[in-house]
């Protein structure tokens, strides 16, 4: 048996405005608010794994939600104490973007970090890297240095990737990344 959608521009087009004014789409980008503790951290060698130097540093993070509607962060394992975050290159020379994002294996369920309306999450999170290395040259993807931000995962309903809010929310302000000198 074969099931064929069909849908007229109209009907979409009306499905579309009914839902977002009844806020289907869930809260404004700038109801969540994503702010780092610090706008400059300083990287640290902090040994090696296999052949590949890591550094890293410790970042305070606080979300508050401004709006009217309980948003949902996105976490690794149902019991994984923090969200599943990010770092980006704001601006730089590397296509890659930055080196301490992490790689993120989890599993798919329905149990989200919630943040009702009007609360404020603070999170400590230890950020570490490079995470990623060309297999042939052994050389490290991404910058260790430059300007960047921190990006959560922000939902309006729980469930796995569900429901996501785009468009900027749960992007942090914009810090500074240096390495401190080599032991």
Do not use: K
Request: net charge neutral; glycine share 12%.
């Amino acid at each position: 048996m074969r099931i064929e959608w069909r849908f007229s521009p109209v009907m979409v087009a009306a499905t579309l405005t009914a839902s977002a004014c009844t806020g289907f789409f869930g809260p404004d980008r700038e109801a969540v608010v994503l702010r780092t503790a610090h706008t400059s951290y300083v990287a640290r060698y902090e040994g090696s794994e296999g052949l590949h130097r890591q550094y890293g540093f410790t970042l305070v993070a606080r979300i508050e939600n401004r709006g009217g509607t309980a948003v949902y962060l996105a976490r690794c394992y149902p019991d994984t104490p923090y969200p599943i975050y990010g770092v980006e290159l704001v601006d730089g020379e590397d296509p890659v973007g930055a080196a301490y994002s992490r790689v993120w294996a989890c599993v798919g369920h329905d149990r989200q970090i919630r943040v009702d309306p009007g609360e404020v999450r603070t999170d400590t999170l230890h950020i570490r890297g490079p995470n990623t290395f060309d297999g042939r040259t052994g050389q490290p993807f991404g910058s260790l240095v430059g300007r960047m931000r921190l990006r959560y995962e922000v939902q309006t309903c729980p469930g796995d990737g569900a429901c996501r809010v785009g468009g900027g929310a749960g992007a942090s302000n914009v810090f500074t990344i240096t390495l401190a000198p080599s032991p």
